[in-house]
């Protein structure tokens, strides 16, 4: 059984963890966002906000790093024994018991350099013996635009990685600097790509035909955030082996991703979550949506039978939202619903009844259930909602809400307007409310 974890961090400097369960394979899979340089994990209290300073390199995600366990194919290609740290210079070789393998590059080129002759020389110094790596990450912190560097076959094309990260590219001309040879020699490792741009005042085409003529069998993670999705479609062979999609889009637009567990959302303008979205990924497990005040993206409403065929989410998250309304009808009884920091005033026993009503079921037949924990961390694998920092109107009209048992341990850290936890409150509605 696998245990999904993910911090995240906005500009509003609140971080918020879940743990979900992952059915996928026997080993333990830990899955890191961290939307900040510097993060500070708060043990105890599920879902406990937490403070952390701000990124000052003011990326939209800095971490994001499958770790797996030895027993995994992960970690498998060794320590770096060579080539030597000087002679590829600013990359970094280093190997660890979670993260394997791992090059990575920080290139902080001035905007006039010319730096293909220096990169050329750079990678010549892997080959056969020496380029296998469990993740490569490529990080540009230059201010100016890179318009003379390229990912291509000469640089990170004989690469055979796993994991390919770029972040912080920044260009003149508004074309990803990257061409299908960059990944020529991962055709088959290839399991993770992440490709971020850092200029928010530009969205970046794609390069002519890329990725379509990869046939890139062992994808399951894509990243590609801050492109011109008017001018690009991913290739069907992708579409149907991706299991973790991250892009910042109209929802509407996002295409039908019948494999896909798990989905996360960037809004780039005002949107509206509905049915329509969640038919187009019917496997889907896991569901988030991150507002970036940068983008000016903002969620707008969960429209009115948003989930009524959704029984197959496990974990809904919502966090840091402008949500103020949603009906939470459809979902199956071990769904989680993160709904901390947004506008939820009014639990209506419309809304929010049917999906307790199955919650409280599956929570009495786990009652003194398996327990997951990491550093601290503990969570039982069950439904519920997260309701922390939403000024609750609490009036007699949440008198239903008393009538389903253990209901004020399946809406998490629930407080009234007044600051009174919603639990001590219902105790005052069941005598006094007729």
């Not at 796993?162 to 061409?179: A, D």
């Not at 979205?277 to 991150?290: A, D, G, P």
């Not at 389903?404 to 629930?414: E, G, H, K, M, V």
């Amino acid at each position: 059984m696998d245990v999904f974890i993910l911090f995240h961090k906005k500009n509003s400097f609140n971080l918020q963890y879940f743990i979900s369960e992952m059915k996928e394979s026997n080993k333990i899979f830990l899955l890191l966002v961290c939307i900040s340089l510097i993060c500070d994990v708060s043990s105890g209290t599920r879902f406990k906000p937490s403070r952390s300073m701000k990124s000052p390199g003011g990326t939209i995600i800095d971490k994001f790093l499958p770790q797996l366990s030895r027993n995994s194919a992960y970690g498998s290609y060794g320590p770096c024994t060579s080539p030597s740290p000087a002679s590829i210079a600013p990359c970094e070789c280093s190997e660890d018991y979670f993260y394997g393998r791992q090059l990575v590059c920080d290139f902080n080129f001035d905007q006039n350099d010319d730096v293909t002759e220096m990169t050329h020389n750079l990678f010549k110094n892997f080959n056969a013996t020496n380029n296998q790596f469990d993740s490569a990450s490529f990080y540009f912190s230059n201010d100016g635009e890179t318009s003379n560097f390229i990912f291509d076959y000469a640089t990170s094309g004989h690469l055979e990685v796993k994991f390919f990260v770029v972040q912080g590219i920044s260009v003149e001309n508004g074309k990803l600097p990257m061409t299908e040879s960059a990944v020529l020699g991962s055709i088959n490792s290839l399991e993770a790509l992440w490709i971020e741009n850092n200029d928010y005042s530009q969205n970046l085409a794609f390069s002519e035909n890329f990725l379509f003529a990869m046939e890139l069998l062992e994808l399951k993670l894509l990243c590609l955030f801050g492109f011109d999705w008017d001018k690009f479609q991913l290739p069907e062979q992708t579409v149907l082996m991706l299991e973790t999609f991250v892009v910042d889009m109209k929802f509407e637009t996002l295409p039908e991703m019948q494999n896909l567990k798990h989905l996360y959302l960037i809004p780039t303008e005002e949107a509206s979550l509905s049915s329509e979205v969640l038919r187009k990924v019917s496997n889907l497990e896991f569901l988030v949506i991150l507002e970036v005040e940068d983008l000016g993206g903002k969620l707008k409403a969960v429209l009115p039978g948003t989930f009524e065929k959704s029984a197959f989410l496990k974990s809904i998250y919502l966090s840091e939202t402008n949500v103020a309304s949603i009906d939470l009808t459809g979902l199956g009884p071990s769904t989680f619903v993160d709904l901390s920091y947004s506008s939820i005033t009014n639990l209506s026993e419309q809304n929010f009844r049917p999906f307790l009503e199955g919650a409280v079921q599956n929570f009495v037949s786990f009652a003194g259930g398996i327990y997951f924990s990491f550093e601290g961390l503990v969570e039982k694998l069950i439904g519920g909602i997260n309701l922390a920092n939403n000024a609750l109107d609490c009036t007699c009209d949440l008198k239903w809400l008393c009538e389903i048992p253990y209901s004020s341990n399946l809406t998490y850290n629930a407080e009234c307007a007044d600051g009174t936890t919603l639990e001590t409150y219902m105790e005052l509605i069941w005598n006094q409310c007729p």
